[in-house]
C-alpha cells in the first residue's frame, strides 16, 4: 500500500501545467572530480488539455478539465471507475466524436487546436494513436496487423513494409518471440503478446503520442512487467499517456500522473510528489486506499 509521508510540508506540485523538472546542477564525483551528471533539458508540452469539458447527452463527464502533456515522457491518468479518465483519453485523438458527445474546451496538439474543422481527424490519429484495455488484434496475420497501418497510410512497397513490421515488433519486444511465425493468424498469440502486436501495430505508423488505457488489466504480472519495461523504451522515442487503475503501476511507469475524481481533475503533477505529498485530502484518500 502506498503511503504518504506524514507530516511533511506538502510539495507545491499542484499545478495542472507543468513545470519542468528541476534543473540538477552538475555534480562532480568527489572521487574522480569528473562531471557525474549533466542537467537534464527542460521537457516541452507537446499537449495543452485547456478547460475541456464533456457531456454524453445530458450527463456531464468531464469539467473544466486543464492539464499539460510534456513530450517524451509518461503521464498517467488514476482515479476510481467512471471518474473520466478513458474518456479524457479518448478526447485526446477524437475517438469520442464517434459518440453523441458535445464538448467544450479546447486540446492543443503540439500548439494546434485538434477540434478545430480544418483538422484531418484520420491524419490527426496517425499521429495519435491508442492501445486499447482489452487486446484487439484484427483476425489476420501477425504481419498483416502491422502492416495494416502503414498500408493505408500509402505504404505500398514489400521491402519497406517488411522493414516497417520488423522495426514495430522489435521495438514492441515482440520480434523474437513472432519472428518465425509472422504468417500465423494473430489470435493465436498470448494476452501478452497479443497486447504487444497492438502496441507494435500503433507505433508502426509512426506517431508521436501512443494512448494507452489500461493496457495491462487484462495480464499476468509477468506480461504487465514486459509491457511496463517496454513503456520506459518506448518514450525515448513517443510521448505515452496511459490510464491505469493500478496505482503501483502509475507510480512505477510513469513521470507525471493526474489524479481524477468524478470528472474533475483534483490534482497532477511529478508522479513522485503526487504520491508521496498529495496536496489535496481526495489524492491522499485515494492513494492510501481509503475509497474508490
Ligand atoms: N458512451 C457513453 N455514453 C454515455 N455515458 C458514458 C459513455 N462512456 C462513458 N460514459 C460515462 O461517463 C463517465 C466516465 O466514464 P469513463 O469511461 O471515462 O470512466 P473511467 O474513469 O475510464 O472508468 P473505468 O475506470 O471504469 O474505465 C461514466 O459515468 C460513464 O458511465
Ligand atoms: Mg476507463
Not at 572530480?33 to 475541456?52: C, E, H, N, Q
Not at 522495426?167 to 497486447?195: C, F, K, P, T, Y
Not at 510521448?239 to 510513469?254: D, F, G, K
Request: charged fraction near 25%; hydrophobic fraction near 40%.
Amino acid at each position: 500500500m502506498l503511503r504518504t509521508r506524514n507530516g511533511r510540508k506538502p510539495a507545491a506540485m499542484n499545478s495542472r501545467s507543468l513545470d519542468p523538472p528541476p534543473q540538477q546542477p552538475e555534480s562532480l564525483s568527489a572521487e574522480t572530480g569528473t562531471v557525474a551528471a549533466a542537467a537534464p533539458a527542460p521537457a516541452s508540452t507537446i499537449l495543452d488539455i485547456d478547460g475541456l469539458s464533456l457531456w454524453y447527452g445530458e450527463k456531464r463527464a468531464l469539467t473544466d478539465v486543464t492539464l499539460t502533456v510534456p513530450k517524451q515522457q509518461i503521464t498517467a491518468f488514476i482515479g476510481p471507475s467512471g471518474c473520466g479518465k478513458s474518456t479524457l483519453l479518448r478526447c485526446i485523438n477524437r475517438l469520442n466524436d464517434l459518440l453523441d458527445v458535445r464538448i467544450e474546451g479546447k486540446v492543443f496538439f503540439e500548439g494546434q487546436d485538434i477540434y478545430a474543422p480544418s483538422i484531418d481527424v484520420n491524419a490527426l490519429r496517425k499521429r495519435i494513436g491508442m492501445v486499447f484495455q482489452k487486446s484487439n488484434p484484427f483476425p489476420k496475420t501477425i504481419y498483416e496487423n502491422v502492416a495494416y497501418g502503414p498500408r493505408i497510410h500509402g505504404v505500398a512497397n514489400k521491402a519497406q513494409l517488411d522493414e516497417i513490421v520488423e522495426r514495430s515488433l522489435r521495438r514492441a519486444a515482440l520480434w523474437d518471440e513472432v519472428n518465425d511465425r509472422l504468417a500465423d493468424i494473430a489470435l493465436g498469440l498470448s494476452g501478452g503478446q497479443q497486447q504487444r502486436l497492438c502496441i507494435a501495430r500503433a507505433i508502426a505508423v509512426e506517431p508521436e503520442v501512443v494512448l494507452l488505457d489500461e493496457p495491462c488489466s487484462a495480464l499476468d504480472p509477468v506480461a504487465t512487467a514486459r509491457i511496463e519495461d517496454l513503456m520506459q523504451e518506448l518514450k525515448q522515442d513517443y510521448t505515452l499517456v496511459i490510464v491505469t487503475h493500478n496505482m503501483q503501476q502509475a507510480s512505477r511507469v510513469s513521470d507525471n500522473t493526474a489524479f481524477m475524481y468524478l470528472g474533475e481533475l483534483i490534482e497532477y503533477g511529478r508522479t513522485e510528489s503526487l504520491f508521496l505529498n498529495p496536496t489535496k485530502k481526495q489524492t491522499e484518500d485515494y492513494i492510501t486506499g481509503r475509497f474508490g
